[in-house]
């Protein structure tokens, strides 16, 4: 068992290898307990691997990249257009798929620069550049751009 205490939560870590009486090999489960100090309220999470060399740390490490995938997968397919392609051969498939992925990390990374001026989400980063161009074309239709500085404030 290992736990740790931070922000007001205590979470502890269970490691146990289990047999299934349905399922032919032996599993390595963690088994993730967080109590709130303050409330007692407690949640559970149990991850499951057939790898049972591995610690409890790696399992978790291995459960958030895998989710930190599926998340920017999620990212890419609702934001980024990656579902919207209409593409069949393997050249256009992969490079819309890499166009979709590269904008989900130029989006984090935008996030990251800015400290949250442009918000926390995907679609905080869309609708903050969509603002900017709106404005921007709106001026322009006004017939005099005012000076740089007003467009950037």
Same mark, same amino acid.
């Given at each position: 068992?290992?736990?740790?205490?931070? !922000?007001? +939560?205590?979470?502890? @870590?269970?490691?146990?290898?289990?047999?299934?009486?349905? #399922?032919? =090999? *032996?599993?390595?489960?963690?088994?993730?307990?967080?109590?709130?100090?303050?409330?007692?309220?407690?949640?559970?999470?149990?991850?499951?691997?057939?790898?049972?060399?591995?610690?409890? !740390?790696? +399992?978790?490490?291995? @459960?958030?990249?895998?989710?930190?995938?599926?998340?920017? #997968?999620? =990212? *890419?397919?609702?934001?980024?257009?990656?579902?919207?392609?209409?593409?069949?051969?393997?050249?256009?498939?992969?490079?819309?798929?890499?166009?979709?992925?590269?904008?989900?990390?130029?989006?984090?990374?935008?996030?990251?620069?800015?400290?949250?001026?442009?918000?926390?989400?995907?679609?905080?980063?869309?609708?903050?550049?969509?603002?900017?161009?709106?404005?921007?074309?709106?001026?322009?239709?006004?017939?005099?751009?005012?000076?740089?500085?007003?467009?950037?404030?």
């Amino acid at each position: 068992m290992h736990e740790t205490c931070e !922000d007001g +939560v205590l979470t502890e @870590y269970f490691q146990i290898e289990v047999r299934h009486k349905k #399922f032919p =090999d *032996a599993l390595n489960v963690v088994i993730i307990r967080k109590t709130s100090v303050s409330s007692g309220k407690t949640a559970h999470v149990i991850l499951f691997s057939s790898d049972l060399a591995l610690g409890w !740390d790696k +399992v978790v490490d291995y @459960y958030r990249l895998r989710f930190q995938i599926e998340f920017n #997968f999620r =990212d *890419a397919k609702q934001y980024w257009g990656l579902e919207d392609f209409m593409v069949v051969k393997e050249a256009k498939v992969r490079n819309s798929a890499c166009f979709s992925m590269f904008m989900v990390n130029m989006a984090y990374a935008l996030i990251a620069q800015n400290d949250g001026k442009v918000g926390r989400s995907m679609h905080d980063v869309k609708v903050w550049f969509l603002a900017r161009k709106q404005v921007q074309e709106t001026l322009k239709l006004c017939g005099k751009m005012p000076n740089v500085f007003l467009l950037t404030n």
